[in-house]
């Protein structure tokens, strides 16, 4: 009986993992067939990004799909920033380390922003620059 308390936590433990990275393997396939219609798109957990042309898509990604999907022209986009912790930092001096990433995108003739999230602070990075390349 001692044994089976022991193990059954375990048990527990293992049904929930798998669960997990089966539910995370069906987000990233929902994506791959969303990002096949794009020219350049990523997947983290907190959203999907995807661009064709000058527009730029991004939503919340689910195991059927993203969802709360939301569009805009980089043409309508007036500055992109990188915010770190509620911080707005240089995309040439960025910090090794944060919690909270997010690009900002300020929309002309608007009070309006657009903020994208993201995990890891490269990946924001390497995105902010090459949509600022893009905007010229």
Do not use: C
Not at 5 to 15: C, E, K, N, R, T
Not at 41 to 69: E, S
Request: charged fraction near 25%.
């Amino acid at each position: 009986m001692e044994r089976g308390l022991v193990w059954l936590p375990l048990l527990i433990i293992f049904i929930w993992l798998a669960w997990s990275g089966w539910n995370e393997y069906q987000k990233v396939e929902a994506y791959g067939r969303w990002a096949a219609g794009f020219d350049r798109a990523k997947y983290d957990i907190y959203a999907v990004v995807g661009k064709k042309g000058d527009r730029l898509t991004w939503g919340t990604p689910t195991r059927n799909g993203p969802i709360d999907l939301q569009t805009f022209s980089l043409e309508d986009v007036e500055s992109i920033s990188l915010i770190i912790d509620g911080q707005t930092v240089d995309l040439d001096s960025v910090p090794d380390h944060g919690k909270k990433v997010v690009l900002d995108f300020r929309l002309k003739n608007s009070e309006q922003s657009i903020q994208i999230p993201f995990t890891e602070i490269p990946l924001a990075t390497n995105w902010g620059r090459y949509l600022e390349g893009l905007r010229g």
